[in-house]
């Protein structure tokens, strides 16, 4: 089956220590997103990229970088994780809204919960 | 600014009732609206969306939802809770001419009392 796929599912790191994140897709769409996630919240845009052009959000901090290498990986790099990061990082993606009418919604992986220590 | 309203952070219902999820929108263009689903420690599931057409849509688990644009409302119902239905849900809102962007509800968690 088409899927979004995030490894690893659970992610434990030392304060400070960088971190990386990875997501893959299966379902060849242009478009790739990173979510943050705590507790009892709505996830949080920190950015996306529409083929290879990435678009942070203004709010995200600096601590946090993505890469995509090719059409079915991103990664999301915490240079410096704080207590604060701690949270379920999710990765989604969707197709591309200019070619395909109707194609809003947003395909979500399973997410990667990060534990700072 | 648009924004996504949803009553309640909690609603519970009994096993078997009617469940309704409330969520009102603001947006000064036409809307594409969307539910998801949420259990814990998961990603988010696509229940149904709203972008044109027929303004009663229904969505997998037996869930469906209205559009009323007099009411800014895409209100999420079940017409019988079933004890798997417990998760959060969350309300989206998407602009016909925005850049991908969706705007989220706080979110409701669904609590079935058996």
């Known amino acids: 089956d088409a899927m979004v796929i995030q490894n690893p599912r659970y992610q434990v790191t030392q304060f400070g220590k960088p971190v990386t994140l990875s997501c893959s897709q299966t379902?060849?769409?242009?478009?790739m997103y990173w979510y943050q996630q705590k507790s009892s919240q709505a996830p949080k845009l920190l950015f996306h990229?529409?083929?290879?052009?990435?678009?942070n959000e203004a709010d995200t901090p600096d601590n946090f970088q993505s890469r995509r290498p090719n059409t079915s990986f991103c990664f999301l790099d915490i240079r410096s994780p704080g207590l604060g990061d701690a949270a379920m990082y999710l990765c989604a993606t969707s197709r591309d809204r200019w070619l395909e009418q109707d194609s809003y919604e947003q395909y979500f992986g399973p997410g990667t919960r990060l534990t700072v220590t | 600014a648009q924004s996504v309203t949803q009553l309640g952070s909690h609603v519970s219902v009994s096993e078997g009732a009617l469940v309704l999820l409330r969520c009102n929108y603001s947006?000064?263009?036409?809307?594409?609206l969307f539910w998801y689903v949420q259990y814990p420690n998961q990603g988010l599931q696509l229940l149904l969306k709203y972008t044109t057409g027929a303004t009663l849509v229904k969505g997998i688990n037996g869930f469906e939802a209205e559009f009323k644009k007099s009411e800014t409302s895409f209100h999420l119902t079940k017409p019988s809770a079933h004890m798997s239905d417990a998760a959060e849900y969350f309300c989206a809102v998407s602009q016909s001419d925005s850049n991908y962007q969706l705007i989220w509800g706080a979110g409701t968690k669904l609590i079935i009392k058996p």
């Open positions: 379902l060849n769409h242009n478009v």
């Open positions: 990229y529409y083929d290879k052009d990435f678009n």
């Open positions: 947006s000064s263009v036409p809307p594409y």
